[in-house]
Structures are given as structure tokens and as C-alpha cells.
């Protein structure tokens, strides 16, 4: 298999106190990207790594791509779709859970795991390329 873009990488914590999670990565070098802390997540950059913190939303720490976006939030003209990911999954035998209509065009999201438990979301913002 060839070597794919799946979009910017980050891991995405389950945490249990968003504000003390937010102050202790802002300790480390952290800063804030996006997000809203009212809905109870936000998303954190220190130079190229990008770290999401999720409170109430996930079930456990969870990798996490974005197809469609740069490491600064910024969208792309030219990338694998998620609804194109999905189907090369599946087409691999490879479970996933999340429905997506493959005729969408828009932002859309589905979870693989791996065959130690762990949870990959690919969570696409932006459009599908034409």
C-alpha cells in the first residue's frame, strides 16, 4: 500500500477537568488553537504537534485525524476525502462505526479501531474536494 495523508494528527484526552487540563498544557508550552470550553473542548498547539481536550465527549484518549486540514486549522484544496478514507478502509476489512453518506459533500466523521482497543477518528471540517 502506498503512503497515504490522513490529515493533521492529534491525540484527543478524555479529561476529566477541562480547565485544569488547559492550564497544565499551557504550562508545558501549550496554547490555544480553537475550541469552546463552554461545550467543553478545545484544541492546543505548541510549534507542530496539535493536542485536542475533550471533557464529557469521549469515551476514552482517542488519535485523531483531520482530513482537509493544515496543522493550523487552515483548509486544504487537495486531500483524500473521509468519505474516500472510509471506503479504503472498509474495502481493507477493516470495521467502522459512524455512518457517513457517501453522496455528502460536507464535514462528516468515523471512528476505526485498532486491534488494541484504541479508537482512530477521522473527522473531516471541511468540504470534500472537487
Known amino acids: 500500500m502506498s503512503e497515504r495523508d490522513l490529515g493533521t494528527f492529534s491525540p484527543s484526552l478524555a ?3 477541562l480547565a485544569a487540563s488547559r492550564a497544565f498544557y499551557e504550562a508545558l508550552g501549550f496554547a490555544v488553537l480553537g475550541g469552546d470550553a463552554d461545550q467543553g473542548w478545545l484544541i492546543l498547539r505548541s510549534g507542530a504537534t496539535i493536542l485536542g481536550l475533550f471533557q464529557g465527549m469521549l469515551e476514552k484518549n482517542t488519535l485523531t485525524f483531520n482530513p482537509g486540514w493544515t496543522g493550523m486549522a487552515q483548509p486544504l484544496q487537495d486531500f483524500e476525502d473521509v468519505r474516500a478514507i472510509k471506503a479504503r478502509l472498509e474495502a481493507a476489512g477493516i470495521e467502522t462505526q459512524g455512518e457517513i ?3 455528502s459533500t460536507g464535514p462528516a466523521h468515523f471512528i476505526a479501531v485498532d486491534p488494541d ?3 482512530v477518528l477521522f473527522d473531516q471540517h471541511v468540504d470534500k474536494p472537487r
Request: hydrophobic fraction near 20%.
Open 101 to 103: 453518506d457517501p453522496a
Open 15 to 17: 479529561v476529566q477537568d
Open 117 to 119: 482497543g484504541n479508537p
